[in-house]
C-alpha cells in the first residue's frame, strides 16, 4: 500500500504544478526610472549626427546624458488585448558653442 501512494502522491503533485492556472485579468499601474547614455565620440558610426555637429559647434556628448521618468496604466478588453495610457518626463539642456568665432562670420557675410 506505501510502495503505491509514494508514486501516486509525486504524480498528483507533478500534475498540479504542471496544470496552468486560469488568467485573471487585472488592471496595472507601473511605475519606470531610467537614465539616457549615449555612446561617446569614439564609438560613433560615420556621419553620425552628433560627430558632424561637432565640426561646427563646440559640446561634450557626456553631457547628453540624462535621467528619465513615466508612468502607465494598462486595462484588459478581453483575454486577448489590453489597453492603457503612460507619460513619461526627461529634460536635459546642452549648451553649444560656435566654432567659428563671431567676426569671421559678420565679414564672410559682407563680402557677398
Same mark, same amino acid.
Given at each position: 500500500? @506505501?510502495?503505491?501512494?509514494?508514486?501516486?502522491?509525486?504524480?498528483?503533485?507533478?500534475?498540479?504544478?504542471?496544470?496552468?492556472?486560469?488568467?485573471?485579468? $487585472? $488592471? /496595472?499601474?507601473?511605475? !519606470?526610472?531610467?537614465?539616457?547614455?549615449?555612446?561617446?565620440?569614439?564609438?560613433?558610426?560615420?556621419?553620425?549626427?552628433?560627430?558632424?555637429?561637432?565640426?561646427?559647434?563646440? %559640446?561634450?556628448?557626456?553631457?547628453?546624458?540624462?535621467?528619465?521618468?513615466?508612468?502607465?496604466?494598462?486595462?484588459?478588453?478581453?483575454?486577448?488585448?489590453?489597453?492603457?495610457?503612460?507619460?513619461? %518626463?526627461? @529634460? @536635459? /539642456?546642452?549648451?553649444? /558653442?560656435?566654432?567659428?568665432?563671431?567676426?569671421?562670420?559678420?565679414? !564672410?557675410?559682407?563680402?557677398?
Amino acid at each position: 500500500m @506505501r510502495n503505491r501512494l509514494i508514486p501516486v502522491l509525486v504524480l498528483a503533485c507533478t500534475a498540479a504544478v504542471l496544470v496552468p492556472a486560469t488568467a485573471s485579468a $487585472q $488592471q /496595472t499601474l507601473n511605475f !519606470s526610472l531610467g537614465v539616457f547614455t549615449p555612446r561617446g565620440e569614439d564609438a560613433r558610426v560615420a556621419g553620425d549626427v552628433l560627430n558632424a555637429n561637432r565640426t561646427f559647434l563646440f %559640446f561634450d556628448i557626456k553631457d547628453f546624458k540624462s535621467a528619465s521618468i513615466g508612468g502607465e496604466w494598462l486595462v484588459p478588453f478581453n483575454e486577448f488585448f489590453e489597453g492603457g495610457a503612460g507619460i513619461g %518626463f526627461s @529634460r @536635459r /539642456t546642452v549648451p553649444a /558653442t560656435s566654432v567659428v568665432p563671431t567676426t569671421l562670420k559678420s565679414s !564672410s557675410s559682407s563680402s557677398k
